[in-house]
């Protein structure tokens, strides 16, 4: 596969990882009713930065800026994307504890921050890099949420 082909990748990769967060997200607000503005506003969320990359890839350079070197690691998006199915499914056919489910939000969103997806680098386009670090506030954010809710259950 040639770099930009890479590139491509790695970039729908990301929106299929955002989508699936957003998905995962909803099952839980269905799930768990009683938290279901929590869980929808974190869906909320995931469907705004898949409205944010896509308004990237309408011009091919900003695309590829947006994949550009770590965010170019396409077996960590797999990974990722591997891990939302799997949680989806466990989510849809066993009886998951909202404790779980938090604990695997957390990993979603700890896993897009630690991988370092959505860092800004050199070279970035302002309006690339203004896309990236919203996105990345965000997810921090999201963490910080679900970590407080999680905080409820410790004893």
Known sequence: MSEAGKREGAYELMIRVEESAGVFYQACA?????RGDFWLTLASAEEAHVRFLRDLARDPADASAFAYRRRTAVPPLKILLDFLSRNLATLETTSLTLVHALAIAR??????????????????PPHVRKTIQRMNAETGEHRTRIEAALAEFKT
């Open 107 to 124: 990993d979603i969103e700890n896993s897009v921050l630690e991988k370092q997806i959505l860092e800004a680098v050199p070279g970035d």
């Open 30 to 34: 269905g799930k768990f009713p009683e």
